[in-house]
Nanobody
Framework: QVQLVESGGGLVQAGGSLRLSCAAS????????MGWFRQAPGKEREFVAI????????VYADSVKGRFTISRDNAKNTVTLQMNSLKPEDTAVYYC???????????WGQGTQVTVST
């Protein structure tokens, strides 16, 4: 059974930093893309960042480009999101996502709350 568990969320002041981690289990995910989405109260879930399982290509949403960095450790089946220069508009529940480009199967974590105060 595939499971994704996020950690590292919390409360931080604007301009601060936070690091989120996602641990995947149930199979080997080295060939899967891994990424992060977020959802603020009353808003739609939006794409944040993704890293491919092939050569580590990364894509970022324009709103976080230059501030967030995504990375992965295939030996540990983990993906990390380093968030710097946080803004109040970054406040949301952040969800880990794992996707297979071959089967189109997708898996989601339960989310971790990130709150950025002014």
């Amino acid at each position: 059974q595939v499971q994704l568990v996020e950690s590292g969320g919390g409360l931080v002041q604007a301009g601060g930093s936070l690091r989120l981690s996602c641990a995947a289990s149930g199979r080997t995910f080295s060939s899967y893309s891994m990424g992060w989405f977020r959802q603020a109260p009353g808003k739609e879930r939006e794409f944040v960042a993704i890293i491919s399982g092939s050569v580590g290509l990364t894509v970022y949403a324009d709103s976080v480009k230059g501030r967030f960095t995504i990375s992965r450790d295939n030996a540990k089946n983990t993906v990390t999101l380093q968030m710097n220069s946080l803004k109040p508009e970054d406040t949301a529940v952040y969800y880990c996502n794992v996707h297979s480009d071959i089967t189109k199967s997708a898996y989601w974590g339960q989310g971790t709350q990130v709150t950025v105060s002014t």
